[in-house]
């Protein structure tokens, strides 16, 4: 039976946020912010019992598994939405969420600026060499976008995180209409509005202040809160222009230049 509307994306391309877009449509008005992804718009990772709150009303997951028949939720799969973000973009927020996860990275080694240590440029070139490597869940980045994009099983829409960002009225009005979704024009002005990265933000700070688990809060990552850092980064963009080096970019051209040229036009090996 395929019962399932899949959030699909490689980690850190932005799924959260749309995950709260599609939140603040379907179930905002009765449902606990704190629940989102344990009972709503269930991530598949985290809860993989998939109980849902409204077991009869719409049954969205958020995934970051690449597509095969036998990943968990695959086989229930009735339509997906692929959200993609360019992967050096990817790559930054990757590099942030390691050292969100590790506290101790301090010091000129471990603050991602390029010009000041050795470690995030190890980094960049095992990202960029591997096309991508780094959560074991979701294998690389390009096969994981291979692996949805390449396949005929599943209906898949397609959405860039720049445009989801820049553009996110439309491209959620998109997305509903891909879903059969009918959605007053009003709650998707509501949503867009509670679901920016200030909203997030917030919630995120509502959380750590309270010490409650939540969407971003866990106790396990208390000493990273503590230290100040944050779920909620920087929203990564045009990171192969302003941080890579000459050196890098071929790299990144020669590895990643399909994708860039087929599904980021004017950016990567497309602008040359």
Known sequence: MRDLISLSAFPKSGVTYLGFLMFHCLFGDVADIGDLEKTYVIDIHAWPALRFAAPEGRRIIKSHFPFAPGRPGVRRTAKAVYLIRHPVDVMMSAWDYRRFLNPGMTGADGDGNPTDGTTFRHFVHRWLA????????????????????????????LVTYTDLVDHPSRELAAILRFLDLPVPAERQAMAVERSGMAAMAALEAEEVRNRRTGVFYRPELARSYEGGRRFVNKGHRDCYATLLTGEERALADRIFGTELSTYFPGAGAAAG
Not at 143 to 156: A, F, K, Y
Request: aromatic share 10%; glycine share 10%.
């Open 130 to 157: 591997t096309g991508g490597e780094e959560f074991e869940v979701a294998g690389s980045w390009l096969r994981h976008v291979r692996s949805w994009m390449d396949q005929s099983e599943i209906p898949v829409h």
